[in-house]
């Protein structure tokens, strides 16, 4: 069981915008801004989308963003495409010894 | 550019020792900030942090898993090695290793993954 919870899916259709949550606690994902947010296609390794709640990584679309209110982190997709359709896992910074990950999110593209 | 690969067994029996390498090009481990980090994903299930060593010798270990698990690094030959102690079928997983800046603090590049079976 992880230690960060996201909805199992999500869904959208092409050109909408969809939002995933990850829920923590104040000793996580509200104590730090240490929130990051990656891609994953069936068979691949993870791709960084998000670091630091909000911050880019050089050639990720703009589609993606991030943000955070108290202990919930959320990723936005805008302008759905078909590629877009991946697993979704959030990880933020638990103390000095852990950096938990959450369950995952299935992003389907309708 | 930064490349990451991990090697070890692809089938290990219960109560073994895993051991896993990953190699890596483009960073150095001796660069302030530069950290490298293990990651695994059972079949089908969601990723889970394991380990994580620093330019510093700094290790950080999934606290559930500590006593298990021990990271080191080798910088002459630009490799970090992970062992995991007394597997299980639980065990069974994608194992990947990760590059990390302190800075940025997220896994900015991965390895393509390797497949580890525990037999019982």
């Known amino acids: 069981q992880s230690a960060l919870t996201q909805p199992p899916s999500a869904s959208g259709s092409p050109g909408q915008s969809v939002t995933i949550s990850c829920t923590g606690t104040s000793s996580d994902i509200g104590g730090y801004n240490y929130v990051s947010w990656y891609q994953q296609h069936p068979g691949k390794a993870p791709k960084l989308m998000i670091y630091q709640v909000t911050k880019r990584p050089s050639g990720v679309p703009d589609r993606f963003s991030g943000s955070k209110s108290g202990n919930t982190a959320s990723l936005t997709v805008s302008g759905l495409q078909a590629e877009d359709e991946a697993d979704y896992y959030c990880?933020?910074?638990?103390?000095?010894?852990?950096?938990?990950f959450g369950g995952g999110t299935k992003l389907t593209v309708l | 550019q930064v490349t990451l690969k991990e090697s070890g067994p692809m089938l290990v029996q219960s109560t073994q020792t895993l051991t896993l390498t990953c190699s890596f090009s483009g960073f150095s481990l001796n660069t302030n900030g530069v950290g490298v980090g293990w990651i695994r994903q059972p079949p089908g299930k969601a990723l889970e942090w394991l380990a994580l060593?620093?330019?510093?010798?700094?290790?950080r270990y999934n606290p559930s898993l500590k006593t298990r698990l021990t990271i080191s690094k080798d910088t002459s030959k630009n490799q970090v090695v992970l062992t995991m102690a007394n597997m299980d079928p639980v065990d069974s997983a994608t194992y990947y290793c990760a590059h990390r800046q302190l800075r940025q603090a997220a896994f900015d590049f991965w390895g393509q993954g390797t497949l580890v079976t525990v037999s019982s």
């Open positions: 990880n933020s910074h638990a103390g000095s010894n852990n950096f938990e």
């Open positions: 060593i620093y330019w510093d010798d700094d290790k």
